[in-house]
Nanobody
């Protein structure tokens, strides 16, 4: 059973940067899609970014709210996904969750989340 563990969250001033990591154990995800959602207090979980598996050539997609500021990437050798977040804004404050969509099972696997807080 694959498990995901996020890290890299924290407190940063507006305009700053953070890089989130999502490390997978219990399997490999070279062919699976990886992505990030976030959830702010009192709001629904929302899509942030996704990167396709090897078969897609690593195609990426982003929410309009983060396009041009965030970059999703993956290192299949390390079984780790990343979310580089630049030019952070207070409205980026949320718990960030990584996920893997496993084509082999048709299921999503979620991490436990990491808090990102951006002060104004």
């Amino acid at each position: 059973q694959m498990e995901l563990v996020e890290s890299g969250g924290g407190l940063v001033q507006a305009g700053g940067s953070l890089r989130l990591s999502c490390a997978a154990s219990g399997g490999t995800f070279g062919n699976d899609a990886l992505g990030w959602f976030r959830q702010a207090p009192g709001r629904k979980r929302e899509f942030v970014a996704v990167i396709g598996g090897n078969w897609s050539g690593g195609v990426t997609a982003y929410a309009d709210s983060v396009k041009g500021r965030f970059t999703v990437s993956r290192d299949n050798a390390k079984n780790t996904a990343y979310l580089q977040m630049n030019s952070l804004k207070p409205e980026d404050t949320a718990v960030y969750y990584c996920y893997v969509f496993r084509w082999s099972t048709g299921r999503f696997i979620w991490g436990q989340g990491t808090q990102v807080t951006v002060s104004s």
